[in-house]
């Protein structure tokens, strides 16, 4: 039985020190600490179920992130779970329409990313107290198809042995450099497996076109991000351009909402379309994507990493292979082997593919003792990190 009053709501702030070994930089954010705001929700129900929801965020930006949790709290404190999910549109654009703060968005930016770490623990909590994983009770709102359920997903170079088959690089910062990395990559893994490239943002528009030009001979499957997540045109003009070289363009990590995949859809400005479980606001939002992609024939390739979206996509990307594409052509969902053991249901991934969680919920929740000593500035990691900096 689905229900009882939202009776706490918490939000933390939780670092992983990952610059410290540059894991995870690309040529636009060169010195990223993975991080989450962490939103747990708790019930007066008594059946010890809570809520886990998280946003990917890096450092510094999580204390923005966690004090926008804290003002859109109060949409959800008090509020039935069964009132919630019983009208979630009604609730959605409740919260996407606060008076106030849809002044510092709307649906974009800090208060959006707080709106999916809210939201991402209101979809945990509705699932636990289902008792299925979310892909579950998404599946179940639809109809059932049984299929097989592989993911392909890409990783770095000494993967190959593990069975992966497509790899990303990142590019974009030194032109040259990139194409020793590319030759290299492209040598190890032959001209059957697939490369991606990501420039996350890196490229004006003519300038995209000219060094994907150069990168070309790699044969790259896409170029991802190629210029502002904002410019829809310029990613137009970019994809007209690089289809005479068989390079696509992918992009959707840091698109801000439903309307800007909508214009990039229509503009033709994409060939593949990366959702991201923590930035737009939640399920909801991410659903409509997935209809919309499906609509203009364009595959859904999930953004993963950071900190918890290869657990949270997962649910996401099974969802969408089951009940709306019903396809695996040109599909994948990205894999970084990193993080993952911070989380209490984390991903499982057997021959190069994800498994579907058999845990109720949205594998949103992490691991108490991670939470405390990766929080910031108080957990044990970061108090020596700081105390070695002098602060
Ligand atoms: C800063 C992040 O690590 C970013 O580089 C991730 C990314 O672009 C991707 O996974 O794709
Ligand atoms: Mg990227």
Redesign the pocket.
Known sequence: MVGGRICGLSVRDVRFPTSLGGH???A??TD?D?SAAYVILETDVGDGLKGYGITFT?GRGTEVVVCAVNALAHHVLSKDLRDIVGDFRGFYRQLTSDGQLRWIGPEKGAVHLATAAVLNAVWDLWAKQEGKPLWKLLVDMKYCRKVKLVKKKELCTEALKDGWTRF?V?VGADLQDDIRRCRLIRDMIGPEKILMM?A?QRWDVPEAVEWMSKLAEFKPLWI??PTSPDDILGHATISKALVPLGIGVATG?QCHNRVIFKQLLQAKALQFL?IDSCRLGSVNENLSVLLMAKKFEIPVCP????VGLCELVQHLIIFDFISVSASLKNRMC?Y?DHLHEHFRYPVIIKKASYMPPKDAGYSTEMKTDSVQKHQYPDGDVWKKLLAAQGN
């Not at 953004?303 to 950071?306: K, L, M, R, V």
């Open positions: 995870g930089s690309d636009m954010h990223p993975y890096l990303k990142k990501d996350n991802e991000e990590e990366q953004h993963a990493g950071g990205e970084v």
